[in-house]
T-cell receptor
Framework: DTAVSQTPKYLVTQMGNDKSIKCEQN?????MYWYKQDSKKFLKIMFS???????INETVPNRFSPKSPDKAHLNLHINSLELGDSAVYFC?????????????FGPGTRLTVT | GQNIDQPTEMTATEGAIVQINCTYQ??????LFWYQQHAGEAPTFLSY????GLEEKGRFSSFLSRSKGYSYLLLKELQMKDSASYLC????????????FGPGTRLSVLP
């Protein structure tokens, strides 16, 4: 029944490693997003995908690469992890068809880089 | 640049009414959203305004003045479970689905 799911929920890794976070939504939405929430709880958009096409790519280091194999999935791969990448990463989805287009967020992935 | 301001923290008593303000200066505007985020959890949608005026939804209401770049979220009959952070977010354009979030207001409801 989970609308937007992410795995893993917690990720602890060392500097320099490469890691991936997976996201899936079963709401039939056409737009998916990745957000980063830092230690000050500031939520910042990283990427926005519509129908598997990259729409928004904010100022994010190119070590971060999103991949959308289909409309229901948006994964985030991070190369050469740095200490500053430690944060909670939220996946979200919304529908552009009529209505409010509110976003539904996944439970978040807490990434700790040591 | 994009700028959204909210008070950092607020405290109120159970049963009371609290108003959380949000001011914004953004390069575009296609709607203002309010989200609630409990500690350690994901944000959840509360309300949306795209035209000036008040939108009411049960104990929660949200107001927008586009000319003043101002919104507020009004919470009535406060309950302990309303203790959370409240995030104001502006959608910059309809096509891009680009959003800018404010820093959030942490509300503590005391008995």
């Amino acid at each position: 029944d989970t609308a937007v799911s992410q795995t893993p929920k917690y990720l602890v890794t060392q500097m320099g490693n490469d890691k991936s976070i997976k996201c899936e939504q079963n709401l039939g939405h056409d737009t998916m997003y990745w957000y980063k929430q830092d230690s000050k709880k500031f939520l910042k958009i990283m990427f926005s995908y519509n129908n598997k096409e990259l729409i928004i790519n904010e100022t994010v280091p190119n070590r971060f690469s999103p991949k959308s194999p289909d409309k229901a999935h948006l994964n985030l791969h991070i190369n050469s992890l740095e200490l500053g990448d430690s944060a909670v990463y939220f996946c979200a989805s919304s529908s552009r068809k009529g209505g409010v287009h509110e976003q539904y967020f996944g439970p978040g992935t807490r990434l700790t880089v040591t | 640049g994009q700028n959204i301001d909210q008070p950092t923290e607020m405290t109120a008593t159970e049963g009371a009414i609290v108003q959380i303000n949000c001011t914004y200066q953004t390069s575009g505007f296609n709607g203002l959203f309010w989200y609630q985020q409990h500690a350690g959890e994901a944000p959840t949608f509360l309300s949306y305004n795209v035209l000036d005026g008040l939108e009411e939804k049960g104990r929660f209401s949200s107001f927008l003045s586009r000319s003043k770049g101002y919104s507020y979220l009004l919470l009535k009959e406060l309950q302990m479970k309303d203790s959370a952070s409240y995030l104001c977010a502006v959608r910059l354009d309809n096509y891009g689905q680009n959003f800018v979030f404010g820093p959030g207001t942490r509300l503590s409801v005391l008995p």
